[in-house]
């Protein structure tokens, strides 16, 4: 009982201190409050600007497998490839570095020119001011990008630049990759081509060489014509060839030495040179490949971010009111402590 009222008297002391030093109080945090709202009021704001990106559609890139499906050793595209030949693009270093040369160095630098150390630093602020994030592949989830910067505007027409940019490299990327395909299937074909022509050539000749000694020994036995067989066809072989007759042999060898176009006795010839004239006269079509959708476009924030106002001021009120409690405990501890003495 004793106890209690002892922590009834000095929680009234306590209050009644505070009453008694509440202007020291009311300054401290009155003063915490002014400072926090001009820090908050007077500060740079910063704004952020948003831009989402989801998956594409079949439609989206349908001009390249409609080239691609032209030849079955071309590479096609379906949406997951897709998708990932673009996140790779939008968070490809080599995209950053191009945005922070043409786009952040010039109107952020103190000069055309800057030094090594103020570049360094430039990076650093540029890195932290944008935010690129990408989704697990195969997922629904959309990738964003992510700026930040005091003037809204600005901050918005970089991320739909920088958002545009890694599409369009991209889309690039596959038509490159397609064209690549397709010179190289040409190429491919023109080579096998050229071998079939060559061994057709050579066989050519080699049915020359020998007709012509199936022929000198076709006359040595001064046969004419082969043995009537009534009527049955008889089938040589590359020994017995000459058993065919020297009329027909002369014929035949007569026939090879005018032919100047093997093409028609070449096998499959005719489909391989018509799919070299279709790969020749493949071309995509003008309109543009897209390897994502963009879900929305960035657009100018009108409040900012940081600072938060209501939050920094809320903040400074309660450190102020802090501040003047303690500084009152002090000042009375600091009493009692010299009374004693």
């Not at 897209?290 to 879900?295: N, Q, V």
Request: aromatic share 8%; with cysteine; net charge neutral.
């Amino acid at each position: 009982m004793q106890q209690n009222n002892v922590d009834e008297i000095d929680l009234r002391e306590l209050i009644l201190t505070l009453w008694r030093n509440k202007i020291l109080v009311l300054i401290c945090t009155l003063a915490f409050t002014l400072l926090s709202a001009a820090y908050a009021f007077l500060s740079a704001p910063t704004y952020q600007a948003t831009s989402n990106i989801l998956p594409p559609t079949p439609a989206n890139f349908s001009a390249y497998n409609v080239v691609a499906l032209s030849d079955d050793k071309l590479p096609t595209l379906d949406v997951e490839e897709a998708y990932r030949i673009f996140l790779r693009h939008l968070n490809s270093g080599a995209l950053k570095l191009e945005f922070f040369e043409k786009y952040y160095i010039p109107i952020k630098a103190s000069s055309l020119e800057p030094g090594i150390s103020e570049r360094e630093q430039l990076w650093l602020s540029f890195n932290a001011a944008l935010s690129v994030s990408t989704p697990n592949i195969g997922s629904a989830d959309f990738a964003s990008v992510k700026l930040y910067d005091p003037d809204a505007k600005q901050a918005s027409d970089w991320v739909n630049e920088y958002v545009t940019t890694a599409m369009q490299r991209a889309s690039q990327q596959a038509v490159n990759t397609l064209e690549s395909a397709i010179k190289g299937r040409i190429q491919r074909l023109t080579i096998d081509i050229a071998s079939l022509r060559a061994a057709a050539e050579q066989d050519r000749l080699n049915r020359i060489a020998r007709l012509k000694e199936d022929l000198v020994l076709a006359k040595a036995i001064d046969l004419k014509s082969p043995a009537s067989q009534h009527n049955l066809i008889i089938s040589y072989n590359k020994d017995t060839a000459y058993l065919r007759g020297s009329l027909a042999l002369e014929a035949e060898l007569a026939l090879l030495e005018a032919r100047t176009d093997n093409d028609p006795f070449i096998e499959d010839l005719s489909l391989m040179n018509e799919q070299l004239a279709l790969l020749k006269t493949l071309q995509l079509s003008d309109a543009p490949l897209k390897l994502a959708t963009i879900d929305s476009f960035a657009v100018a924030p009108e409040t900012p971010i940081k600072p938060k106002k209501r939050f920094i001021i809320l903040l400074g009120l309660l450190a102020g009111g802090m501040l003047g409690i303690c500084m009152v405990l002090i000042r009375v501890w600091w009493k009692k402590g010299s009374n004693t003495r």
